[in-house]
């Protein structure tokens, strides 16, 4: 609170590395000695801007995690998904290369497939000051010279706006510093148990220009090894087909013409390719052991079936302004301007989709149905932002007040090219519209994203130990968009519409000093996701059945969350230790779930009138004697569906759609995971220590999709094309597989000694080899493909660093 000291002082003068890095998501972390070592280790508090100003962690009145250097440093944390293992609450699902979906405290509707351009992220996702969030291809930042990752749990429409719905989270980078002319490099090597190799260099320069302005650059490249084959249609085996690249640099210039003002331009770029996805089929139409008249195929473990690569690449480039001007008298100006560039390209072997299409429902030959069939997506996003905002205040009062304004087009193509279609079968393909030849489907989607925005808090200090916080942001979103579809899979022509919304989204904070070690919270806030147009229907491709139950749902209305949560923050066992928990209930209205629409090949979203997510987040940490902590975090989500939604055929039959049925899992994320960490340090010599860690990781079971929760979902029937399925006549009827994701623990250790130059460690991802299911795929409501996103297996590696 404004008027507040801080009375701890922990007596604990050994912290090893881990607890480090466990304590600094409590609000604490460890400070080494000048010459590297821990024995001198004290605590610090962590320094967040998660209001829009600088405090420390553990006075922020809400649950907040920070992620530090450090911590991603000897933990090995390489991605967002692998901070958000160590992070109550908190949940990264895994969707293919460069593709994620992001929740925090169970709000989530479920998977966002890449042809849905108008559906908007849950989470925001900032880049310091920048927004660089986008549904489904937020980009993954590598880690290197990060100063920490925030995680803000909880929505934060009012200082974040749109896309906080459930919380928020920002990559913070170390900046310009004109006080110090250093630099460090990171070499690492890795293999994987069965599969390939990996390995990459990073470096950091910080080199002052004068007195008063520095630059700083981080450039990096990491090669990633695969660890899925590929059977081929002539019976070989591709190996290792997921390998990729990434690589990037993060170029800043800070410069203070004043002493009080300061300039940081910035460019950040990054590109990752990949060769192919992290997919396991366990059914596939072209490849299984029940045709009788084509080769069978028999998939093992990280094994799929596919006639040609699907690469992937996703160009990342951002430029923005932060300027700084320092009023006097407690008042700071801050303007922050941004321009963002994504250009990303998935093609993925279609070939199954086509020939359910081509072979099962029309039912043309081998010779048309085993055809090429690379479907490319294409997503270009560009566009920029503006913030302006006011902060001040004194001992009593601090507030800050903005505006926010965004301006995005975002441009999302599809293509089905199948050389050779027409000349074999005879159906003209060349569209009207945009299709070429041999074009069975062509899409181009146009969308234009507009948003002003006027934000602003208050934290009055009741007392010296009861403070008051409000704030409130308006918001003014207009979406425009064209729509072109071609191709004899496709309903032809164009389309036009736009959608608006405005509104308000305020928040209430009520923060009390209980005694010098422990303070409680309150909140009350409003989150909301902006509303949007659902594409047409293939309608080509629907079953009569299947028009009538997802036809007619043109587009979809904003969804609002409230959130309800009290906590406490604590450091206990006399300075030893940290205890924060925080207990929560969201109410979630027009939830915004997407549903695959079973034959059309195509995605919708419904609104679901209500659903809810309650739960409970608590971390802890202690540090045990002077060379050995552990710590643990955990959450318990439960989030459910309170409403269900129907259609009703000609008939008047009744049925529930997609799986959108009161009581139903909220999908993607897991009721129940916990982390726990432990670290045992020892000296050396004068100048050397070494240190051991283990970290195990618990996630629970969960859902793709809400659909996946269906009546009958689970059971493909391999005979639903008749005389027409394709390699028949078939040795079985059915294929049946679980939809629920089950349960995971992954234990990484490593092994090291550093002093205050290098440190050199060796390590283990994935200890025990557990095989995890991330993410459930299927093409054609699984008529023509079912398969999983897998993990990592075991993976050997070394790391050194070294710093100047």
Same mark, same amino acid.
């Given at each position: 609170?404004?008027?507040?000291?801080?009375?701890?002082?922990?007596?604990?003068?050994?912290?090893?590395?881990?607890?480090?890095?466990?304590?600094?998501?409590?609000?604490?972390?460890?400070?080494?000695?000048?010459?590297?070592?821990?024995?001198?280790?004290?605590?610090?508090?962590?320094?967040?801007?998660?209001?829009?100003?600088?405090?420390?962690?553990?006075?922020?009145?809400?649950?907040?995690?920070?992620?530090?250097?450090?911590?991603?440093?000897?933990?090995?944390?390489?991605?967002?998904?692998?901070?958000?293992?160590?992070?109550?609450?908190?949940?990264?699902?895994?969707?293919?290369?460069?593709?994620?979906?992001?929740?925090?405290?169970?709000?989530?509707?479920?998977?966002?497939?890449?042809?849905?351009?108008?559906?908007?992220?849950?989470?925001?996702?900032?880049?310091?000051?920048?927004?660089?969030?986008?549904?489904?291809?937020?980009?993954?930042?590598?880690?290197?010279?990060?100063?920490?990752?925030?995680?803000?749990?909880?929505?934060?429409?009012?200082?974040?706006?749109?896309?906080?719905?459930?919380?928020?989270?920002?990559?913070?980078?170390?900046?310009?510093?004109?006080?110090?002319?250093?630099?460090?490099?990171?070499?690492?090597?890795?293999?994987?148990?069965?599969?390939?190799?990996?390995?990459?260099?990073?470096?950091?320069?910080?080199?002052?220009?004068?007195?008063?302005?520095?630059?700083?650059?981080?450039?990096?490249?990491?090669?990633?090894?695969?660890?899925?084959?590929?059977?081929?249609?002539?019976?070989?085996?591709?190996?290792?087909?997921?390998?990729?690249?990434?690589?990037?640099?993060?170029?800043?210039?800070?410069?203070?013409?004043?002493?009080?003002?300061?300039?940081?331009?910035?460019?950040?770029?990054?590109?990752?390719?990949?060769?192919?996805?992290?997919?396991?089929?366990?059914?596939?139409?072209?490849?299984?052991?029940?045709?009788?008249?084509?080769?069978?195929?028999?998939?093992?473990?990280?094994?799929?079936?596919?006639?040609?690569?699907?690469?992937?690449?996703?160009?990342?480039?951002?430029?923005?302004?932060?300027?700084?001007?320092?009023?006097?008298?407690?008042?700071?100006?801050?303007?922050?301007?941004?321009?963002?560039?994504?250009?990303?390209?998935?093609?993925?072997?279609?070939?199954?989709?086509?020939?359910?299409?081509?072979?099962?429902?029309?039912?043309?030959?081998? !010779?048309?149905?085993?055809?090429?069939?690379?479907?490319? !997506?294409?997503?270009?996003?560009?566009?920029?932002?503006?913030?302006?905002?006011?902060?001040?205040?004194?001992?009593?009062?601090?507030?800050?007040?903005?505006?926010?304004?965004?301006?995005?087009?975002?441009?999302?193509?599809?293509?089905?090219?199948?050389?050779?279609?027409?000349?074999?079968?005879?159906?003209?393909?060349?569209?009207?519209?945009?299709?070429?030849?041999?074009?069975?489907?062509?899409?181009?989607?146009?969308?234009?994203?507009?948003?002003?925005?006027?934000?602003?808090?208050?934290?009055?200090?009741?007392?010296?130990?009861?403070?008051?916080?409000?704030?409130?942001?308006?918001?003014?979103?207009?979406?425009?968009?064209?729509?072109?579809?071609?191709?004899?899979?496709?309903?032809?022509?164009?389309?036009?519409?736009?959608?608006?919304?405005?509104?308000?989204?305020?928040?209430?904070?009520?923060?009390?000093?209980?005694?010098?070690?422990?303070?409680?919270?309150?909140?009350?806030?409003?989150?909301?996701?902006?509303?949007?147009?659902?594409?047409?229907?293939?309608?080509?491709?629907?079953?009569?059945?299947?028009?009538?139950?997802?036809?007619?749902?043109?587009?979809?209305?904003?969804?609002?969350?409230?959130?309800?949560?009290?906590?406490?923050?604590?450091?206990?066992?006399?300075?030893?230790?940290?205890?924060?928990?925080?207990?929560?209930?969201?109410?979630?209205?027009?939830?915004?779930?997407?549903?695959?629409?079973?034959?059309?090949?195509?995605?919708?979203?419904?609104?679901?009138?209500?659903?809810?997510?309650?739960?409970?987040?608590?971390?802890?940490?202690?540090?045990?004697?002077?060379?050995?902590?552990?710590?643990?975090?955990?959450?318990?989500?439960?989030?459910?569906?309170?409403?269900?939604?129907?259609?009703?055929?000609?008939?008047?039959?009744?049925?529930?759609?997609?799986?959108?049925?009161?009581?139903?899992?909220?999908?993607?994320?897991?009721?129940?995971?916990?982390?726990?960490?432990?670290?045992?340090?020892?000296?050396?010599?004068?100048?050397?220590?070494?240190?051991?860690?283990?970290?195990?990781?618990?996630?629970?079971?969960?859902?793709?999709?809400?659909? !996946?929760?269906?009546?009958?979902?689970?059971?493909?029937?391999?005979?639903?094309?008749?005389?027409?399925?394709?390699?028949?006549?078939?040795?079985?009827?059915?294929?049946?597989?679980?939809?629920?994701?089950?349960?995971?623990?992954?234990?990484?250790?490593?092994?090291?000694?550093?002093?205050?130059?290098?440190?050199?460690?060796?390590?283990?991802?994935?200890?025990?080899?557990?095989?995890?299911?991330?993410?459930?795929?299927?093409?054609?409501?699984?008529?023509?493909?079912?398969?999983?996103?897998?993990?990592?297996?075991?993976?050997?590696?070394?790391?050194?660093?070294?710093?100047?």
């Amino acid at each position: 609170m404004n008027t507040r000291k801080n009375k701890v002082t922990p007596k604990v003068l050994s912290l090893s590395i881990l607890t480090v890095s466990i304590l600094a998501g409590l609000g604490v972390t460890a400070q080494a000695a000048e010459d590297g070592s821990s024995d001198a280790n004290v605590l610090e508090e962590v320094m967040v801007t998660a209001r829009k100003r600088e405090e420390t962690l553990q006075e922020v009145p809400f649950s907040i995690s920070a992620t530090t250097e450090r911590q991603l440093q000897e933990r090995g944390i390489m991605t967002l998904e692998d901070v958000s293992r160590t992070v109550a609450g908190f949940s990264v699902q895994n969707l293919g290369p460069g593709q994620s979906q992001i929740a925090i405290r169970g709000a989530s509707a479920g998977q966002i497939v890449r042809d849905q351009p108008g559906v908007k992220e849950e989470v925001g996702v900032y880049l310091d000051e920048s927004v660089i969030s986008l549904s489904l291809f937020t980009p993954d930042i590598d880690l290197y010279d990060m100063n920490r990752v925030e995680v803000l749990r909880g929505p934060q429409g009012t200082l974040f706006g749109s896309g906080s719905l459930s919380g928020t989270v920002r990559y913070i980078t170390n900046q310009p510093d004109p006080s110090q002319n250093n630099s460090g490099f990171e070499f690492s090597a890795s293999t994987i148990d069965g599969g390939g190799t990996g390995g990459g260099g990073k470096g950091f320069l910080n080199a002052p220009v004068g007195d008063s302005a520095a630059l700083r650059i981080t450039a990096y490249y990491e090669k990633t090894g695969g660890w899925i084959d590929a059977h081929q249609p002539d019976g070989s085996l591709r190996e290792d087909i997921n390998s990729g690249d990434r690589y990037g640099a993060r170029v800043a210039f800070a410069f203070a013409p004043s002493d009080n003002l300061t300039i940081t331009p910035r460019l950040v770029y990054q590109k990752v390719e990949v060769d192919g996805w992290n997919r396991q089929d366990a059914f596939n139409i072209l490849g299984n052991t029940w045709t009788t008249t084509r080769p069978q195929v028999k998939i093992g473990k990280n094994q799929q079936y596919s006639q040609f690569k699907d690469p992937f690449t996703d160009e990342f480039t951002l430029l923005d302004l932060n300027i700084s001007w320092d009023f006097g008298n407690n008042m700071t100006l801050t303007s922050v301007t941004s321009y963002t560039d994504r250009e990303i390209l998935a093609v993925r072997d279609a070939t199954a989709l086509t020939a359910s299409i081509t072979g099962g429902s029309i039912g043309f030959g081998p !010779d048309v149905y085993t055809l090429d069939a690379p479907l490319s !997506d294409a997503t270009n996003v560009s566009g920029w932002t503006q913030e302006l905002r006011v902060a001040g205040g004194d001992d009593r009062l601090t507030w800050v007040a903005g505006v926010f304004y965004s301006s995005f087009d975002r441009d999302y193509s599809q293509g089905l090219l199948v050389p050779g279609f027409e000349d074999l079968t005879g159906i003209p393909t060349e569209g009207a519209f945009v299709a070429p030849k041999d074009g069975l489907f062509w899409s181009d989607l146009r969308y234009n994203f507009d948003q002003l925005a006027f934000f602003g808090e208050v934290t009055f200090s009741v007392t010296d130990t009861f403070d008051l916080t409000g704030g409130l942001r308006y918001y003014d979103f207009d979406e425009t968009r064209i729509q072109t579809f071609d191709g004899i899979f496709a309903a032809p022509g164009t389309t036009t519409g736009d959608t608006t919304a405005s509104g308000w989204a305020p928040r209430i904070i009520a923060d009390w000093e209980v005694s010098d070690t422990v303070t409680a919270n309150a909140q009350i806030s409003k989150g909301f996701r902006l509303g949007g147009i659902n594409d047409p229907l293939n309608v080509p491709l629907c079953t009569a059945s299947d028009l009538v139950t997802f036809g007619g749902n043109d587009q979809w209305d904003d969804e609002v969350l409230w959130n309800y949560e009290a906590g406490i923050k604590s450091v206990v066992m006399d300075g030893r230790g940290t205890f924060n928990v925080a207990v929560f209930y969201q109410d979630i209205k027009d939830l915004q779930a997407t549903v695959t629409a079973g034959s059309c090949s195509s995605r919708v979203v419904f609104n679901v009138p209500k659903a809810h997510s309650t739960g409970i987040e608590l971390e802890f940490a202690v540090q045990q004697t002077e060379q050995f902590d552990w710590a643990i975090t955990a959450s318990y989500i439960k989030a459910e569906l309170d409403s269900t939604v129907t259609s009703t055929a000609p008939d008047g039959t009744v049925s529930v759609v997609g799986g959108i049925e009161s009581g139903n899992r909220l999908a993607t994320v897991p009721e129940f995971q916990a982390a726990v960490a432990a670290t045992y340090v020892w000296p050396m010599s004068n100048a050397w220590e070494g240190y051991v860690n283990g970290i195990v990781q618990y996630i629970g079971d969960r859902y793709t999709q809400l659909g !996946d929760q269906a009546s009958g979902f689970g059971t493909v029937d391999l005979q639903v094309y008749g005389a027409n399925s394709l390699g028949g006549p078939l040795t079985q009827d059915t294929f049946t597989f679980n939809p629920l994701l089950p349960s995971y623990t992954i234990a990484n250790t490593r092994i090291g000694m550093r002093n205050d130059q290098w440190d050199v460690s060796i390590y283990v991802n994935n200890l025990t080899n557990e095989y995890a299911l991330l993410a459930l795929d299927q093409e054609r409501g699984t008529n023509a493909r079912v398969g999983y996103l897998v993990n990592q297996p075991r993976t050997y590696g070394i790391t050194a660093r070294v710093r100047f």
